[in-house]
C-alpha cells in the first residue's frame, strides 16, 4: 500500500485523478474551481506527465459553454478529458451535458458545488447547480471530505472509462474545495493497474476518423428518437456495478473501503438520515454522540446520486428504520420535495411503504451545519407527527418551516488543539495559515484541518481562519466554538461589535495586534464589552504591534509571517525554533520573485516577532468594566451591551439599516429572520456610507499652502473618501480651528474658500491621492490614522453640517466641474488602489441621477452590490443610479433589453403626450372608438377627435384639439421639443408633472382628461431622460459576453457599454483573457501570453456607427471625461474601453502608484488612446482622433513594474525578451496604423 500523508486542499486532492486519467483539461475560470484547474496546469508546466506519458494539455475557452464544446469536442475525437467549474458555468455546460451523455463518452467533470444566482448572487457553496444537471444523464458522485476527493476522483475517472458513460465528481465549494486537511496520498502509480486499458483502447477507436468514418449528432424522427433514447438503459443499469467493482479495487490499494451508500449508527436504528457530501461528516458525529448515549439513529451517506441505485439504498438502510430523513442542500421552488428526497421517498416507499420518509432543507450558501441542527432534525424524527417538509440552520418567522435547534454540540473524537484567527483580506492571514497547516502536518506528523471564512471582497475584507490540530485523521466540517488559541489581526475589529471571544475557551489564549501595550491604553481603546469577555474568559492576554514592526522592515500590510510566528511561539503545536525555520524556507520559496530584499526583511520581521509580544496582566476590574456614561445597571453580573456610539452608527436609522445592515455588519446575519428581508432581495442603496470601516493605517493629510485646486485626488480616489469642499464665508462660521482652507481659485467660485476633506473613518489609505498628487512638494502626504482621525472627523462633520454642495457653478466638462458633483459611488468594498471604481464613480458624477447601470458579474458587481453595503448612493432629491445584475455572460443584453424597456416607455410616454396636446400619432397606435360619435366628442373644446384605449379604460384624444389648459399645453409641447436633451427634459417634465396635477385636481372624476392626465402621470418617472449604461470587466467584454456584445452595438440602439479592462479575470484571481497583453504570466499563462490581446475597440469601429474611445485616467482625464461625455451623447451605441490597473497586475510599488504606472503604460505605447465618434463623419469631419503620441522608449521599465512580466524576466530571460521585443513591435504597428487610420477617414478637401 504506496501512501504518504500531506496536507491538501479538496481540489488539489481531486486534480490529481483527473490529471492522470486525461489528455485535455479545458477550462474556465469561476469561484471556487479556478484553483483545481490552476494546479492542473501548474502540473502540465512543469513537465509532469500523465498515464498516457505526456503533460495534460490545459486550454482556456472563452466561457463555459466553450469549454463544454471543447470537451465534447476532445472525447469525440478520441481524447480522455476533464473541466472543473460551478455554478453558473456548470449552467452553460448543460446543453453539451446531455450531448456527452447520449454519444456515451466518458468525460468527467469536477464541480465545486456552489449556489445559483437567483434573487441574489452567492459564491458560497450548495447543492442548486448540481441538481440542475441531474437530468443530462451524467453519473454524479460526492465526496464528503478531502480524503474522499483523491479517493472518488479516481474512482470517477476510472468508472468513466470502464462504464463509456461521463461523470460528475462533486463536493462542496469552500467547505471541502478549499479546506486543507491531512490525507493518505495514493502513488498515482499504484491506481495504474486498475485502468481498463482495453475500454481506452476501445474509446480512443470510436473517436472521429476518416479512416473509419461515422456520422453522429443525427436529426431523427418521431419514428425512432424514443427507441434510439431507450437504447443506452442497459449501460445505465450496469454503471453502479462499475462503480462499486472500482470501488472495492480502490481499496485494494489504499485500503479505504466505499460503497453506494454507506451506513454508519445503529443496527436497530429507527431514525435515520440520508445525505450526501460534506454534511455527512457533520451528522456522522452527531450520531456517533447519540449512539453512545443510547439512541438508535443511524446515517446513509450518499455516494453515488446518479444512477440512483434503490437496490443499494435499501440494502444499506437498517431494517428497523421507522422514520427517514432526506437532506437536501438545494432548494426547487413549487416543487412537491427537493431531488434527494424524492428519490430516497420513490426508493422507499416502493418496497418499505410502512417507513415514513421526510425532507429538509440545509445549508443554502454555505450556511454552517452544525451537529446540533443535525440533532434537531433527529429530535423532530422522534416527533409522533414529525414535520414533513422543513429547514434548518434558520429562523423561518413567514411559513414557519424551519426547526428549532438546540444548544449541544458532541465532544471531540480526540483531544485537538484549536486556533481561530480573525484577519483583514490581503494581511496575508488565510495564506500563512493554510502555510501553517502544511508546516504542522508534514514536519510535525500531526493531522490538520483548516478552513477559512471570508466574505465576497478581493482584499480589504474580514476573514475568519479556522485550524484544528489532532493525532489523527479531523472530521469536524464545523466551525470552531471552543479555541485554545484565538488572534485578532486588526485592531479595528474590537470596536465593530464582533463576539470574537465567544469562540475562546476558558482560560485561552487571546492575541491582539494593535499598537496599545498598556492596561492604560487598552482601557481607553478596548470597549467594555470586550474586556469583559476576556476577564470572564480568564484569557491569556498578549498583545503585539505587528502593524509597526511591517513597516519598519518595509513591508507595507503583510503581517503574516509575524503573526504566524506568534501563533507558533504561543501554541506549541511543534518544535518553535523548526517552525521558525520552515517559515522562513518557505518566504524565500514563496518570494524569491520579488528578490532577496523582500525574502531578508519577512525573513527579519520573522526573528523579531516573538520579542515583539507583550503580555498584558489586566485587572480584575475587567469583570465590571463599563463605557463612560453607562449605567451601572447595564452592566450587572457582567452582562448588557455598550451604549457608546458604535463605529458608523447614524441618528435616525431606517428600518433596513437597523434590521439588516446593523445585524449583517456585526456578523450576526445567522440570527435574522426570514421576514427581515424582501423576497425579491431588492435592497435600498447608500447603505456604504453607515459602514465606517475605519481600515486604514495611514490616510492623506492636506496641506493647504502647497495645493494648486487640480481636483484630482478627488477623482482618482477608488473610494470617494477625499473630496473637495467650496464654502461661503457664511458657511465657515464656526469652523473647527483645524478646518484649514484657501481661496478657491476657479473664476465661478470667485469669493469662496477651498478645501479637500479626508473622510477618515471611509479611506482606506491607499495612496494613490498621495502619489498622484501634482503639487511641488506635495499637499496630500499620508500620515497615521491615529494622528489624524479625531480632528479629521470633527472637520467632516462641520463639512456635512455646514456647507453645501456648489454642483451647479462648474461644468462637467473638467475634473472641477465632475468633482464638485457629489460622487454616486462611495465607500465601495473595492481593494485598495483599485483602478475600476474611479471610472464609474465619474460615470455616476456626469449622469448619475439618470443612470441605469446594467452590471456583469465580476470585481464591479461585487464592490458593487456586496451585502448588506450598497456604495451606489443618491442625491438630496432621492435620485440616483438604478444598478442590476443579471448573469456574467448576458450582462450587453441585459443592458439592452434594459435600453429598450425604457425605450417602449418613453415612447408610450411621448404618445400620451402628444394626444394631450392635440398631434396626431403614427397611425400604426392609432385606434378608432367604435362606441359612437358622442365617445368621440373632443374634451376640451367639445370638437370632434379620434380615441385610443388607455390603462385606465378611459378614451384619450389622439390628435385635435389639446386636452388641457393652454398653459400646460405649452409645458408639455416644450417637453416633447427638448425630450432628448437631459437636463431640459426633467425640469420641463417635472413643471409639467405639477400642472398635470393641478389639472386633474379641478377636473370631474368621469372626465376622459383627467383619466388622460392620471395616465400620464403614472408615466411621470419617464420625462426624464434615462441614461443606460452596460457595465463590466474584459472577462465579460472580450471573452464570455463577446457574443452578445457584439450583437447589442450592432443593433444601432441607443446604448453604452464601459468596459472596466484589468487584462485579466480578476475577480477569480487574475487568470487570462483575451485582453491580457503579450508576455504577461497569469492564471493558464504561465510561460507568457504567446500572442497579442483582443484590439476590440478597433474591431468595434468596423461598424462606422458605434461610438467607441480607449481612454487611461491616470494617463489623460480630461480625454476619459470627454470620452464618457460623447459616449453618453450619440444617439446609437457607444462603448469606452477603460484600462484599469489592478492588483493582480503585482505592481511593484504597490497600487498607490498605480496611475503612475498607467501613464507610462501609455507614454509607452502599451495602451493607445483614441476616440471614434460617427457623429463627426455625419458632419463630414475626421471622426478618429488619436489622443497619445508615438510610443517612448520605456516599455522594459513599463513591464519591469509588474510581476506579470518581470516573473517571466526572472524566471526564463531568454522567453521574455522574445514576448517583449514582439509587443514592442506590435505596439509600434498599432501606432502606425491608428495614425493611417486616422488619415483614411480625413474628408477629401475641396
Same mark, same amino acid.
Request: net charge negative; proline share 6%; glycine share 8%.
Given at each position: ?97 446531455? %450531448? ?202 450518499? #455516494? ?224 467594555? %464589552? ?27 500590510? #503583510? ?12 501554541? #506549541? ?237 462648474? &461644468? ?10 457629489? &460622487? ?308 446609437? &451605441? ?76 526572472? #524566471? ?35
Amino acid at each position: 500500500m504506496s501512501t504518504q500523508r500531506r496536507a491538501v486542499t479538496g481540489m488539489e486532492a481531486a486534480a490529481s485523478a483527473a490529471y492522470a486519467l486525461s489528455d485535455v483539461a479545458a477550462i474556465f475560470p469561476i469561484t471556487p474551481a479556478s484553483h483545481m484547474a490552476e494546479k492542473v496546469e501548474s502540473w502540465a508546466a512543469a513537465g509532469r506527465e500523465n498515464f498516457f506519458e505526456h503533460p495534460v494539455v490545459v486550454k482556456e475557452m472563452q466561457s463555459e459553454k466553450g469549454v463544454a464544446g471543447t470537451l465534447h469536442g476532445c472525447l469525440a475525437g478520441g481524447a480522455l478529458a476533464t473541466t472543473m467549474t460551478a455554478s453558473q458555468g456548470l449552467m452553460l455546460m448543460i446543453p453539451n451535458m446531455y %450531448k456527452i451523455s447520449g454519444e456515451m463518452l466518458p468525460g468527467v467533470f469536477h464541480i465545486t458545488t456552489r449556489s445559483l444566482a437567483a434573487h441574489a448572487l452567492s459564491i458560497f457553496g450548495d447543492h442548486q447547480d448540481l441538481m440542475a444537471v441531474r437530468a443530462t444523464g451524467v453519473a454524479m458522485l460526492g465526496s464528503a471530505s478531502v480524503q474522499e476527493c483523491q479517493d472518488l476522483s479516481w474512482v470517477a475517472h476510472l468508472s468513466a472509462i470502464e462504464g463509456s458513460l461521463p461523470f460528475v465528481h462533486f463536493f462542496d465549494g469552500f467547505r471541502t474545495s478549499d479546506e486543507v486537511q491531512t490525507i493518505d496520498v495514493i502513488n498515482p502509480e499504484t491506481m495504474r493497474p486498475l485502468v481498463n486499458w482495453q475500454a481506452v483502447s476501445a474509446f480512443r477507436h470510436r473517436a472521429m476518423d476518416p479512416e473509419h468514418p461515422a456520422i453522429r449528432g443525427t436529426a431523427q424522427n418521431p419514428d425512432i428518437y424514443f427507441q434510439n433514447r431507450e437504447a443506452p438503459n442497459a449501460a445505465y443499469d450496469a454503471l453502479p456495478g462499475i462503480v462499486q467493482k472500482t470501488m472495492d479495487a480502490l481499496a485494494g490499494v489504499c485500503g479505504r473501503q466505499y460503497h453506494l451508500f454507506d451506513y454508519v449508527g445503529a443496527a436497530d436504528a429507527e431514525r435515520v438520515i440520508v445525505t450526501m457530501a460534506s454534511s455527512c461528516e457533520t451528522v456522522e458525529a452527531t450520531v456517533r454522540a447519540l449512539v453512545d448515549a443510547g439512541e438508535k439513529v443511524g446515517l446513509v451517506k450518499v #455516494r453515488l446520486y446518479r444512477p440512483f441505485s434503490a437496490e443499494h439504498l435499501l440494502a444499506a438502510l437498517p431494517a428497523t428504520a421507522r422514520v427517514v430523513c432526506a437532506l437536501d442542500r438545494t432548494k426547487e421552488p413549487g416543487s412537491l420535495g427537493e431531488p434527494l428526497f424524492l428519490d430516497v421517498q420513490a426508493a422507499v416507499a416502493a418496497v418499505r411503504p410502512n417507513v415514513r420518509v421526510i425532507g429538509g432543507r440545509y445549508g443554502l450558501s454555505s450556511k454552517e451545519f452544525t451537529p446540533a441542527q443535525a440533532k434537531a432534525v433527529f429530535d423532530t424524527m422522534a416527533a409522533p407527527e414529525p414535520k414533513t417538509r422543513f429547514t434548518v440552520g434558520i429562523n423561518d418567522d413567514v411559513t414557519h418551516l424551519s426547526l428549532p435547534v438546540p444548544a449541544w454540540e458532541p465532544a471531540p473524537s480526540q483531544p485537538l488543539t484549536q486556533a481561530v484567527f480573525y484577519g483583514f483580506g490581503s494581511d496575508g492571514t488565510v495564506s500563512a495559515n493554510k502555510v501553517a497547516a502544511r508546516i504542522v502536518s508534514d514536519a510535525a506528523g500531526k493531522f490538520v484541518q483548516e478552513y477559512s471564512w471570508f466574505d465576497s471582497k478581493k482584499s480589504g475584507g474580514l476573514t475568519i481562519s479556522y485550524m484544528r490540530f489532532g493525532e489523527a485523521p479531523v472530521h469536524e466540517p464545523w466551525l470552531i466554538t471552543s479555541a485554545d488559541y484565538l488572534a485578532c489581526h486588526k485592531d479595528i475589529y474590537v470596536k465593530r461589535g464582533y463576539d470574537m471571544l465567544d469562540r475562546l475557551r476558558d482560560g485561552g489564549t487571546f492575541v491582539l495586534n494593535a499598537p496599545w501595550a498598556s492596561v492604560h491604553e487598552l482601557d481607553a481603546a478596548l470597549p467594555a %464589552k470586550l474586556r469583559r469577555a476576556i476577564a470572564a474568559k480568564h484569557a491569556d492576554f498578549y498583545v503585539i504591534d505587528a502593524a509597526k514592526l511591517a513597516a519598519d522592515e518595509g513591508l507595507g500590510p #503583510r503581517i503574516n509571517m509575524i503573526m504566524q510566528t506568534v501563533f507558533f511561539r504561543l501554541t #506549541r503545536v511543534m518544535d518553535f525554533d523548526e517552525a521558525v525555520q520552515l517559515l522562513k524556507e518557505n518566504v524565500a520559496t514563496v518570494y524569491a520573485s520579488k528578490g532577496a530584499d523582500v525574502v531578508a526583511r519577512d525573513q527579519q520581521a520573522i526573528d523579531k516577532a516573538a520579542d515583539a509580544l507583550v503580555r498584558i496582566g489586566y485587572p480584575k476590574s475587567w469583570e465590571h468594566a463599563r463605557d463612560d456614561g453607562a449605567a451601572p445597571s447595564d452592566y450587572a453580573a457582567g452582562t448588557g451591551t455598550a451604549p457608546a456610539v458604535r463605529l458608523g452608527s447614524v441618528p435616525g436609522e431606517d428600518a433596513f439599516i437597523k434590521n439588516v445592515f446593523r445585524p449583517l455588519d456585526e456578523l450576526r446575519g445567522d440570527e435574522l429572520p426570514v421576514s427581515a428581508l424582501a423576497p425579491d432581495g431588492i435592497v435600498p442603496p447608500g447603505s456604504a456610507a453607515c459602514e465606517k470601516r475605519c481600515v486604514a493605517y495611514e490616510i492623506p493629510a492636506w496641506d493647504a499652502t502647497k495645493c494648486v485646486e487640480c481636483y484630482e485626488c478627488s477623482l482618482v480616489c477608488p473610494h470617494a473618501a477625499i473630496r473637495p469642499y467650496v464654502a461661503t464665508a457664511d458657511e465657515l462660521a464656526g469652523a473647527p480651528t483645524a478646518f484649514a482652507t484657501k481661496p478657491a481659485r476657479l473664476p465661478q467660485l470667485a469669493g469662496m474658500a477651498f478645501r479637500i476633506q479626508v473622510y477618515p473613518e471611509d479611506c482606506v489609505g491607499c495612496g494613490s491621492c498621495a502619489d498622484n498628487c501634482p503639487a511641488p512638494g506635495k499637499a496630500l502626504t499620508m500620515q497615521p490614522l491615529a494622528s489624524q482621525l479625531a480632528t479629521q472627523k470633527e472637520n467632516l462633520a462641520f463639512a456635512q453640517a455646514n456647507i453645501a454642495l456648489k454642483d451647479d457653478r462648474v &461644468p462637467t466638462d473638467s475634473v472641477p466641474g465632475t468633482q464638485l458633483q457629489k &460622487p454616486l459611488l462611495e465607500f465601495s468594498g473595492c481593494c485598495g488602489g483599485c483602478g475600476e471604481t474611479p471610472y464609474v464613480k465619474l460615470l455616476t458624477q456626469l449622469f448619475g441621477d439618470r443612470l441605469i447601470i446594467a452590471n456583469a458579474t465580476g470585481c464591479s458587481s461585487i464592490w458593487g452590490a456586496y451585502m448588506p453595503s450598497m456604495p451606489y448612493t443618491v442625491k438630496p432629491n432621492g435620485h440616483g443610479p438604478a444598478w442590476g445584475n443579471s448573469l456574467f455572460e448576458d450582462n450587453g443584453e441585459f443592458g439592452y433589453g434594459i435600453a429598450k424597456a425604457v425605450k417602449v416607455r418613453r415612447r408610450h410616454l411621448t404618445d400620451l403626450v402628444k394626444r394631450a396636446v392635440g398631434e396626431e400619432i403614427p397611425s400604426a397606435t392609432t385606434f378608432v372608438d367604435p362606441v359612437g360619435e358622442d365617445a368621440q366628442q373632443g374634451i376640451a373644446g367639445g370638437a370632434p377627435a379620434q380615441t385610443a384605449p388607455s390603462a385606465s379604460g378611459a378614451g384619450t384624444p389622439t390628435g385635435g384639439t389639446p386636452a388641457f389648459s393652454p398653459t400646460t399645453t405649452a409645458l408639455l409641447r416644450d417637453w416633447l421639443a427638448a425630450a432628448d436633451d437631459a437636463d431640459a427634459a426633467y425640469d420641463l417634465g417635472q413643471a409639467a408633472q405639477r400642472a398635470l396635477q393641478a389639472e386633474r385636481e379641478r377636473l370631474a372624476e368621469s372626465d376622459p382628461a383627467r383619466a388622460l392626465a392620471d395616465e400620464i402621470l403614472d408615466y411621470g418617472e419617464m420625462f426624464g431622460k434615462k441614461s443606460v449604461w452596460a457595465v463590466g470587466g474584459d472577462g465579460w467584454a472580450y471573452d464570455i459576453g463577446f457574443g452578445g456584445l457584439d450583437e447589442v452595438l450592432a443593433s444601432g440602439e441607443n446604448i453604452n457599454v464601459l468596459v472596466l479592462d484589468t487584462e485579466g479575470y480578476s475577480n477569480t484571481g487574475g487568470e487570462m483573457s483575451k485582453a491580457t497583453e503579450l508576455g504577461s504570466v497569469s492564471g493558464f499563462t504561465l510561460d507568457g501570453k504567446p500572442t497579442p490581446r483582443k484590439d476590440l475597440g478597433r474591431m468595434m469601429m468596423q461598424y462606422d456607427y458605434v461610438y467607441v474611445a480607449q481612454v487611461c485616467l491616470g494617463a489623460d482625464m480630461e480625454q476619459t471625461i470627454r470620452a464618457l461625455r460623447e459616449a453618453e451623447a450619440y444617439d446609437g &451605441p457607444s462603448i469606452v474601453i477603460a484600462l484599469c490597473p489592478c492588483i493582480s497586475w503585482g505592481i511593484k510599488g504597490g497600487m498607490s502608484t498605480n496611475l503612475r504606472v498607467a501613464r507610462e503604460g501609455v507614454h509607452a505605447g502599451y495602451w493607445p488612446l483614441f476616440r471614434f465618434n460617427p457623429m463627426l463623419a455625419a458632419a463630414g469631419k475626421d471622426p478618429l482622433a488619436v489622443d497619445y503620441q508615438a510610443p517612448d522608449d520605456g516599455l522594459d521599465d513599463f513591464l519591469a513594474k509588474q510581476d506579470r512580466f518581470a516573473s517571466l524576466l526572472a #524566471r526564463d530571460p531568454a522567453r521574455a525578451r522574445t514576448l517583449h521585443s514582439e509587443l514592442s513591435k506590435d505596439l509600434a504597428r498599432e501606432y502606425t496604423e491608428l495614425e493611417r487610420e486616422v488619415k483614411v477617414y480625413e474628408p477629401e478637401s475641396n
